[in-house]
């Protein structure tokens, strides 16, 4: 059964903590996106790759956020220093890019790293 | 204004109601329009997709937009508890893969 796979599901820290998050694709997707639930602000892209290229970050807060795919199998969503503010659920999602065979624009969820910031 | 925008509820039935979820958006690029369900703790799975305006029907489900008005809509025909969820719009310009979502209607349909 291929999912999208993200770890930790769960992640309680202290302010200034460095946090990690982790993302396996489902294999044969050559597009990765991350993205952030809040009450809020509803889903918000933080950052998407193609075929591990970063392809558009501008979602994201560049001072302490960073995203990278060492590889086709990892992805990874880095907050450092992490805030309060930085409470959320973080989803990571897989694709193929349009033109591919696939459904157009569909997307395969994680169920996300809730993440707590004290 | 954000480009998606989507009233949150929480919408309440009883089981068997015809229920009608809305989003309106302002980007005149979008060409696909998506629905995704979201259940509780879980991530978003696609539900339905339409290209450009037209209806498209699935089951007890339909999708409708109207690119005119800037207007899309899902129908829950004969709903059942199971369809208690978050329903999510989403959008995306032909030729981007980048999705804007709605921030979500959450439904509760009651036995």
């Known amino acids: 059964d291929a999912r999208v796979t993200q770890t930790p599901r769960h992640k309680v820290t202290e302010m200034g903590q460095e946090v990690t998050m982790r993302c396996q694709p489902i294999?044969?997707?050559?597009?990765v996106f991350w993205y952030r639930q809040t009450m809020m602000q509803g889903l918000e892209l933080l950052a998407y790759?193609?075929?591990?290229?970063?392809?558009?970050d501008s979602g994201m807060p560049k001072d302490r956020f960073s995203a990278e795919m060492p590889d086709a199998t990892l992805a990874t969503l880095k907050i450092q220093p992490s805030e309060p503010r930085d409470s959320a659920v973080y989803f990571c999602?897989?694709?193929?890019?349009?033109?591919?065979?696939?459904?157009?624009?569909?997307?395969?969820f994680g169920e996300g790293s809730r993440l707590t910031v004290l | 204004q954000k480009e998606v925008e989507q009233d949150p509820g929480p919408l309440s039935v009883p089981e068997g109601a015809i229920v009608s979820l809305n989003c309106t958006y302002s980007?005149?690029?979008?060409?696909?329009f998506m629905w995704y369900r979201q259940y509780s703790r879980k991530g978003p799975e696609l539900l339905m997709y339409?290209?450009?305006?037209g209806n498209k029907e699935d089951g007890r489900f339909t999708a409708q937009v109207d690119k005119s008005s800037k207007y899309i809509s899902l129908f829950i025909r004969d709903s059942q508890p199971s369809d208690s969820a978050t329903y999510l719009c989403?959008?995306?310009?032909?030729?981007?893969?980048?999705?804007?979502f709605g921030k979500g209607t959450k439904l509760t349909v009651n036995p």
């Open positions: 339409t290209y450009s305006s």
């Open positions: 999602a897989s694709g193929l890019a349009p033109g591919q065979g696939a459904i157009a624009g569909e997307l395969f």
């Open positions: 980007n005149s690029a979008f060409q696909y």
């Open positions: 989403a959008m995306r310009p032909g030729g981007s893969e980048k999705l804007v």
């Open positions: 294999l044969g997707h050559n597009t």
């Open positions: 790759f193609r075929n591990r290229a970063p392809l558009d």
